[in-house]
């Protein structure tokens, strides 16, 4: 990359105010519950209050498109963080989900242009997803609510 060109990153700067809606599965709830913890956690140490954060919980990883879609028509959400986790069992079940619901919010973040993080763990035994949610591989949680601040810092850049 050209040294001289200007870099416009979200890694600093000011935050927007409004809510940030946290959904998450009940299934699994040992590594979700983990997950939502990194999250919230994250997201109060970056300066959101906790009457910022909203945590909504469904079923399982299927419903998780459906509820963020949900959370984003309101007004005040100004990001959502997905957290779920699937586990590969012995059919390709979890193949099915984990593609349909990486999609669905894709396009909905495209669509909308609100940040949505994927924390959805998608793995192929429970060992791997108790590294993921603050094992020896981090939180996933962490994680997606560091992606969310660093896009909404970006956004705020790029609005002006």
């Not at 957290?83 to 990486?102: F, M, P, Q, W, Y």
Request: charge should be negative; charged fraction near 20%.
């Amino acid at each position: 990359m050209n040294s001289s060109l200007p870099e416009i990153t979200g890694l600093d700067g000011d935050l927007p105010e409004g809510k940030i809606a946290i959904i998450a599965s009940r299934y699994n709830p040992a590594i979700c519950d983990k997950l939502v913890a990194g999250a919230v956690a994250t997201l109060t140490e970056a300066g959101y209050p906790e009457s910022s954060i909203l945590v909504v919980r469904v079923p399982g990883a299927w419903e998780l498109p459906t509820i963020v879609q949900t959370v984003l028509d309101h007004q005040d959400v100004i990001a959502a963080i997905a957290l779920g986790c699937v586990i590969k069992g012995e059919t390709t079940h979890d193949e099915h989900i984990n593609r349909a619901v990486s999609l669905s919010l894709m396009e909905m973040g495209v669509d909308t242009g609100i940040p949505i993080a994927f924390g959805l763990l998608t793995c192929n035994t429970l060992e791997q997803a108790i590294q993921r949610s603050g094992g020896n591989v981090g939180n996933k949680g962490n994680e997606s609510a560091e992606a969310i601040l660093e896009l909404l810092r970006l956004n705020e850049k790029l609005s002006k």
